[in-house]
Every structure is written in C-alpha cells, then in structure tokens.
C-alpha cells in the first residue's frame, strides 16, 4: 500500500485517467498542463492549504473548476506568504466572468 513515505512522483499513473489506459498525446497533454499550473507556486511553500486547494478546484484533467475566488478559496494560502505566482493563479484559473471558461 501506498503511504505518505513510499509515495513517488509517478503514483499520479495510479489515477483513473492513466491507469491501465494507452497514454495518448492528449491525456500527456492534460498531465503537462497540470505541472504547468504549479509552476506558479514556484517560491511558494506548498502546505496542505495548496494541496487542498489543487485538489477541490483542479481535479479534472480535461476541464477544472474554475469556481469564483471566494473566502474559503482565500483561507487555503492563510500563513503563506503572498507572491506573484499565487495572484497569477487565482486572476488566470478564479476571475473568469460566467461566460468565460478556460476549457473552450
């Protein structure tokens, strides 16, 4: 089993869109995009605040969530210090009007 200890940066291949599937061009795509997304958080210290946060808005691998920036999305960086990357990130994923969405 998988621990906290034992976990590699190849347990992502363990997911439901890679496991036992053909990695395709697209779904080597979607996984790119997500590692491109992080490298905003590049100086950031990544808590469990950021990890919750790339978990419940950027689960998907084809469209994420991009839900409105609200308090609880704020109380996710709490004690972190604020950096570009962080206001890039929520202006770019956060702040697109409704008839906007970063998956068309």
């Known amino acids: 089993a998988r621990t ?10 363990y997911t439901t869109p890679y496991y036992k ?3 395709t061009e ?8 997500s590692w491109g997304m992080l490298g ?10 950021v990890v919750d946060h790339f ?6 691998p084809v469209c994420d969530v991009f839900e409105q920036v609200s ?17 890039d990130h929520l202006r770019d994923t ?5 008839d906007e969405s970063a998956c068309q």
Request: proline residues 2%; glycine residues 8%.
């Open 71 to 87: 308090y609880p999305m704020f109380k996710q960086f709490e004690g972190l210090e604020w950096t570009r990357g962080i206001s």
């Open 4 to 13: 906290f200890h034992n976990i590699t940066r190849w347990d992502v291949l």
């Open 40 to 49: 905003k958080f590049v100086g950031v210290n990544i808590t469990e605040g």
């Open 21 to 23: 599937k053909v990695l």
């Open 55 to 60: 978990r419940q808005y950027h689960k998907e």
């Open 94 to 98: 956060h702040l697109v009007s409704g």
């Open 26 to 33: 697209e779904l080597f795509q979607q996984l790119s995009s």
